[in-house]
């Protein structure tokens, strides 16, 4: 019977939407108050599926998966605006969107964890009203 686990993390950091390449009016007129630097307080909530240890009757081990999401989400994005402090995202290509950040931290978190142990999805929430989720493809 397949399992899955979900384990939630999180961060406060600060971004704001803003496109290099154009002027301050263009991105005042297509994103508003979010172009300019705001915090959040992330939650991103990370599910995991494999097979069950049959001593342990865990999917993966706690401790290691709580190591992997503070080295590839916490430590990088606390404290942090996001544009100007994480490589990824400081040539502003791609705009550290919701959508952005889900599918950065997908391929951060999915490639660190033990063999067996599969990333099946991935959500970034910037607050209660607005999350992205990055799925697995089979």
Same mark, same amino acid.
């Given at each position: 019977?397949?399992? !899955? ?6 961060? /406060?950091? #600060?971004?704001?939407? %803003?496109?290099?390449? %154009? ?7 297509? &994103?508003?108050?979010? !172009?300019?630097?705001?915090? *959040?307080? =992330? #939650? ?6 494999? +097979? ?14 709580? $190591? ?5 989400? /916490?430590? +990088?994005?606390?404290?942090? *605006?996001?544009?100007?402090? *994480? @490589?990824? &995202?400081?040539?502003?290509? @791609?705009? +550290? ?6 599918? =950065?931290? &997908?391929? /951060?978190?999915? *490639? /660190?964890? @033990? ?5 099946? #999805?991935? $959500? ?15």
């Amino acid at each position: 019977m397949p399992t !899955s686990l979900t384990r939630v993390t999180g961060f /406060r950091a #600060r971004h704001h939407l %803003w496109m290099p390449a %154009w002027s301050a009016e263009e991105n005042r007129a297509a &994103f508003g108050a979010l !172009s300019e630097p705001h915090p *959040h307080d =992330y #939650r991103c909530s990370i599910t995991v599926s494999g +097979p069950m240890d049959p001593d342990s009757g865990m999917i993966c081990d706690l401790a290691e998966l709580d $190591q992997i999401l503070d080295e590839e989400i /916490r430590l +990088p994005f606390e404290g942090r *605006h996001i544009n100007l402090d *994480h @490589p990824a &995202f400081a040539t502003g290509r @791609p705009i +550290p969107t919701c959508e952005a950040l889900a599918r =950065y931290l &997908f391929g /951060r978190v999915a *490639h /660190r964890l @033990p063999d067996g142990v599969r990333l099946d #999805r991935l $959500q970034v929430a910037e607050d209660a009203t607005l999350s992205a989720e990055c799925t697995a493809l089979d």
